[in-house]
């Protein structure tokens, strides 16, 4: 018996192939129509997901005719002696068959084995067989096809909100493309990076259909594009400033290292310094330690020789403005690998996220300078005020700087015709304590929109007050903090950079 089915195995093959193509055009026929119909309506009631939904429609129809072939509808062997018998055999398939089956046979019925088996070696039946599709279905198959694509085709109905906010936003990366298309920096690689980045970007602005999504859009890509930029970074740098992050007394140094700013890492350095002589020995000693475990990661030679060095001036109390050179140079060297694609990214997230930093100024400026107390949410904090004189943006001015009370309050405020900044005595601020938290909600009127007022309920926790400590000594807390909890959260970027300015006038 298996010699025969051996004989007969090219067209069982063909009829199994014949059998499947059938089982496809029934569950394609079904899988398109279904998805024509879920693409026409995506037109009128939004859904991100519609595509994927035709896709995997399209592979189940796939999967389901496979399984009814090959497992729950095989081909048979009395099918395939049938169809041989259909095609010449004239009975002697089906009958070789059948004898075969037997365990005894008389002559007559040996002779008539061997006539079947000499027939199937000589015939070749699977040639002879033509394999036939059902006509109407493969009909209604192309129908469903053209329905399908003619669905793909109808023009999205997008909210009107949306396609202006897109087309603002297209307007400005296309602006940001021709920017950075003019300039050197970039090598062949960042190029094509930075050229996927913002096609994806465009992709997914012309996709949006609602003003909503299209906002969601713009943050999804703020996100990558930041979290790309930190990538983008030398692996010794990272490692550095993760080794310099918390205790060091260099956590400036380490949030440039972290980002690849090559400015902020030289105003940085400049400091350091001053304020390595100013450390007692016990701290000069653990800060010794750090960099030595930290050059001990490092791959650049240069970077890992600038960290022993100003390792071993530490413990020696060595040349520290040489070391810091050293460091400096090698660091900024450092700074340099992506730092083209790093430049183009900021540009495009400065671009696309101007209205929030517009909107954050103008929040800003409208409630400065109104020479009141303001009490801050939660906590007892000192008064603070001083005397500032500056010169504004439309002009020359001075004025009194309000006085602020509450947990890290700060004073500022304008006067005459132009904007000032103040600058007050270092003065005493409650660091936090964790323990006993409380909790409270803050109700927060927003600016009156063409649907009305916005209001804004948020909850948040506050720790207690902890021991009165310099102000410097914790402002590095209180920015850590700060920056961390909106790198861990869905935050604009225009906002990230108002919150990072913020802090960087303080340090000054």
């Not at 010699?3 to 014949?18: D, I, S, V």
């Not at 100024?361 to 008064?383: F, M, Y």
């Not at 603070?384 to 001075?398: I, K, L």
Request: proline share 1%.
């Amino acid at each position: 018996m298996k010699e025969f089915l051996r004989l007969l195995r090219p067209l069982r093959r063909k009829m199994t192939a014949e059998r499947f193509l059938r089982c496809v055009v029934y569950c394609e026929t079904a899988a398109v129509t279904v998805c024509a119909a879920v693409v026409l309506v995506s037109k009128f009631q939004p859904w991100s997901g519609v595509w994927i939904f035709c896709i995997v429609s399209l592979l189940l129809g796939l999967a389901a005719a496979a399984i009814w072939t090959l497992l729950l509808k095989k081909v048979s062997d009395k099918e395939i002696a049938e169809a041989a018998d259909a095609l010449g055999g004239a009975q002697r398939m089906i009958t070789t068959m059948e004898l075969l089956r037997r365990q005894q046979k008389n002559a007559v019925e040996a002779l008539a084995v061997a006539d079947g088996m000499e027939q199937a070696k000589t015939v070749n039946f699977a040639k002879q067989y033509s394999v036939s599709l059902p006509k109407r279905w493969c009909r209604c198959f192309l129908l469903a096809v053209v329905l399908f694509l003619a669905a793909g085709f109808v023009p999205v109905q997008r909210e009107s909100e949306a396609a202006v906010f897109a087309d603002a936003q297209l307007e400005k990366i296309e602006r940001v493309k021709k920017e950075v298309a003019q300039t050197e920096e970039m090598t062949k690689e960042e190029k094509k990076l930075f050229a996927e980045t913002v096609k994806t970007l465009e992709q997914r602005l012309k996709t949006a259909q609602t003003k909503k999504e299209a906002e969601d859009v713009v943050r999804q890509a703020q996100q990558e594009m930041m979290q790309l930029e930190k990538e983008s970074v030398s692996e010794d740098l990272r490692r550095l400033a993760e080794a310099l992050q918390e205790g060091s007394g260099m956590e400036s140094l380490a949030q440039a290292l972290e980002k690849g700013d090559g400015q902020t890492m030289e105003r940085a350095i400049a400091k350091m310094q001053e304020m390595l002589s100013q450390m007692t020995a016990q701290e000069q000693a653990a800060l010794a330690a750090q960099l030595a475990a930290a050059a001990a990661q490092m791959n650049d030679a240069q970077l890992r020789q600038a960290l022993e060095a100003l390792q071993q001036a530490l413990e020696e109390d060595g040349d520290l403005a040489s070391a810091l050179e050293s460091l400096r140079q090698a660091a900024l060297q450092q700074a340099q690998e992506n730092s083209g694609l790093r430049s183009g990214l900021q540009k495009l997230n400065r671009s696309v996220g101007q209205s929030a930093v517009h909107i954050g100024r103008s929040h800003t400026n409208s409630s400065a300078g109104s020479g009141e107390t303001e009490e801050s949410d939660g906590g007892e904090g000192n008064n603070g005020s001083g005397n500032g004189a500056g010169e504004g943006e439309n002009g020359s001015g001075s004025g009194n700087a309000g006085t602020s009370a509450g947990n890290g309050g700060i004073g500022t405020g304008t006067g005459g015709s132009g904007r000032g900044v103040g600058h007050a005595e270092p003065e005493k601020i409650y660091t936090r304590s964790a323990a006993e938290k409380g909790s409270y909600d803050a109700q927060l009127q927003g600016t009156d929109t063409q649907s009305g007022q916005t209001t804004v309920t948020q909850q948040r926790t506050m720790g207690e007050a902890g021991e009165s400590v310099p102000y410097d000594q914790v402002y590095q807390q209180y920015r850590n903090d700060a920056m961390r909890t909106l790198e861990s959260s869905s935050v604009p970027y225009g906002m990230k950079e108002l919150v990072s300015e913020y802090f960087s006038t303080l340090e000054q």
